[in-house]
């Protein structure tokens, strides 16, 4: 992806935080360039709402931090200037109505009456949120309340954006919807996402980059298929039609996981042509005959199982 400038948006060498003898981040190194998504992942616990609490100025640690290009422990205004930030939970005054929510962000970021209006009403029309904007924000649906959230976050236009967990507790239609808002911004402004979430999918459609965090230490970095690749468990499914082709095709395919019952065979591979067409023609010189046949490759979902709990010496994989 073309990034407007080569200065990253995020650079972090040897962030460490802990509490008393408990180590919460130990010495992680980040480097997020601008105009990108980068996610961050990791199971309850690994540190990934520490390191955007640290990032965003919240809590204080120890390391090389820059964040926007400002030094975050000498210039902690000037981050916060630049960023925005939408948590976990909804920072929506149920209260207010949408249209009176993001007036009082402009308010909270000083611009004058004009500028707070036209703001609002260029918020309200880019998430979809005109009609409900005079109605109080308490009447408004999961999927409406988190595009009013990242809305409020927009108001100030910062061009570092901290997201986490956007999606939690949305529907597949809203989470789907607010992916293509979070690639709008990024698409369409040069908008940086650091990204933190618990699905793994969302992190495989959106991000450029993906780090795993794991008993906080960074245990693995790349991108989503760079990663997938590091993880053992690519197989093609073999279904056939009797007893005998499953019983010959099993026999000319020695290390393959068989099931008798359902008489198919998993034959490790790695997904790619190259094997697929090998596997085929081993089997076309025997006469054996394929009823139906799939390619598994591993997932995140398999990346995070094979990375994380298992690590405990901090080396990290990278491309």
């Known amino acids: 992806m073309t990034t407007t400038t080569t200065r990253p948006a995020i650079a972090v060498s040897g962030l460490r935080k802990s509490y008393g003898d408990h180590v919460v ?9 601008a105009g990108t998504i980068f996610a961050l992942l990791g199971p309850n616990g690994a ?10 100025t919240l ?5 090389d931090v820059h964040v926007a290009g400002h030094d ?7 981050v916060r200037a630049e960023i925005g930030v939408t948590g976990q939970f909804s920072a929506v005054d149920n209260f207010l109505t949408g ?26 029309e880019r998430f979809d949120l005109v009609e409900a904007a005079r109605k109080p924000a308490g009447t408004y649906s999961g999927g409406m309340r988190r595009r009013l959230d990242l809305a409020m976050t927009l108001v100030g236009s910062p061009r570092l954006i901290f997201l986490d967990e956007p999606t939690t507790g949305l529907d597949p239609r809203s989470r789907r919807s607010m992916w293509e808002i979070i690639r709008g911004l990024v698409a369409d402004q040069g908008v940086t996402i650091f990204l933190t979430t618990q699905y793994l999918e969302e992190a495989d459609q959106l991000a450029d980059r993906i780090a795993v965090l794991d008993g906080g230490k960074l245990v693995a970095e790349g991108t989503a298929e760079e990663l997938k ?10 279904q056939f039609a009797d007893v005998h082709a499953f019983s010959a095709a099993a026999g000319t395919l020695g290390g393959s996981a068989a099931d008798e019952d359902a008489l198919t065979l998993q034959v490790p591979s790695d997904g790619s042509v ?32 094979a990375l994380t709990g298992t690590d405990k010496n901090g080396k990290v994989f990278t491309s």
């Open 59 to 63: 809590i204080g640690a120890s390391g």
């Open 99 to 124: 249209e009176e929510n993001l007036l009082l962000m402009g308010d909270l970021h000083h611009l004058d009456r004009p500028a707070r209006m036209r703001r609002a009403a260029e918020l309200l």
């Open 229 to 238: 690749r590091r993880v053992p468990g690519g197989h093609i499914r073999l």
């Open 274 to 305: 190259r094997s697929l067409r090998g596997l085929l023609a081993r089997l076309d010189e025997r006469a054996i005959e394929v009823s139906s046949l799939s390619v598994h490759t591993p997932d995140l979902d398999d990346v995070f199982l």
């Open 47 to 56: 540190g990934k709402t520490t390191t955007v609490q640290i990032l965003t």
């Open 72 to 78: 975050l422990t000498r210039e902690p205004d000037a």
């Open 25 to 33: 981040l130990d010495g992680i190194d980040l480097h997020v360039p």
